[in-house]
């Protein structure tokens, strides 16, 4: 079976311009989440949804990111206008089972790395 | 405050020793902890899960153990391998088992070397 797919791998971008990340979930699977990953915080949830829903957007940094699921099977984060302090790991996760969580297990993506000059 | 700290930061032995990974949790109530393995350039993988009764498991050469008294857990690395050089991070899941939320540690950064 297919995992998590994300694309892009690699993305670099100068400041001020739009960046789309992009998820493919595990078939099956009701939750998704998006992580951003750097070496000072460590994985920080940015958003999660739920059977396509937003549960919990409270991690996202500010106005600038925005995530959409539009269907089961595809997810996206956008940044507008991006900076350089956005310059991190990207990752989304899926899972399923009872609640959101479920048993805590998540199912990661390759990541995409986003650089932004 | 519902924190994970993991310890030592980062760690390097050579290959073939034995290394332990400390887990220090506040977090409650608590409903598991995980054990997840992130090679460099790919997203955590889950190694194993320890639950409330659950004092010691197993998954090959890595073994886990839980104290919830003390809301310590450690992972225990056997005859390391090289390709046990990756970032182990400690997450522990909050609420019931129906609810709540993952709580993550920085992670130990274990490098093996030959």
């Known amino acids: 079976d297919a995992g998590v797919i994300q694309s892009p791998r690699h993305e670099v971008t100068e400041m001020g311009q739009e960046v789309t990340l992009r998820c493919k979930p595990i078939s099956g699977h009701n939750s998704l989440f998006w992580y951003r990953q750097t070496m000072m915080r460590g994985l920080e949830l940015l958003i999660y949804?739920?059977?396509?829903?937003?549960?919990?957007d409270s991690g996202m940094p500010e106005d600038r990111f925005s995530a959409k699921m539009p269907n089961a099977s595809f997810s996206t984060l956008k940044i507008q206008p991006s900076e350089p302090r956005d310059s991190a790991v990207y990752f989304c996760a899926s899972n399923s089972g009872t609640g959101a969580f479920g048993t805590g297990e998540l199912f990661f993506g390759e990541g995409s790395r986003l650089t932004v000059l | 405050k519902n924190q994970v700290e993991q310890s030592p930061q980062s760690l390097i032995i050579l290959e073939g020793k034995n290394c332990t990974l400390q887990c220090n949790y506040t977090v409650s109530p608590f409903s598991n902890l995980r054990w997840y393995k992130q090679d460099t350039g790919r997203g955590p993988v889950s190694l194993t899960i320890?639950?409330?009764?659950?004092n010691t498991k197993s998954n090959g050469r890595y073994t886990a153990t839980l104290d919830a008294d003390t809301k310590q857990s450690s992972l225990h690395i056997t005859a390391s391998q090289l390709s046990d050089s990756a970032s182990y991070i400690c997450v522990v899941k909050r609420g019931s088992s129906n609810t709540g939320k993952l709580i993550f540690g920085q992670g130990t950064t274990l490098q093996v070397k030959p």
């Open positions: 949804f739920n059977n396509n829903v937003p549960i919990d």
């Open positions: 320890m639950t409330f009764s659950e």
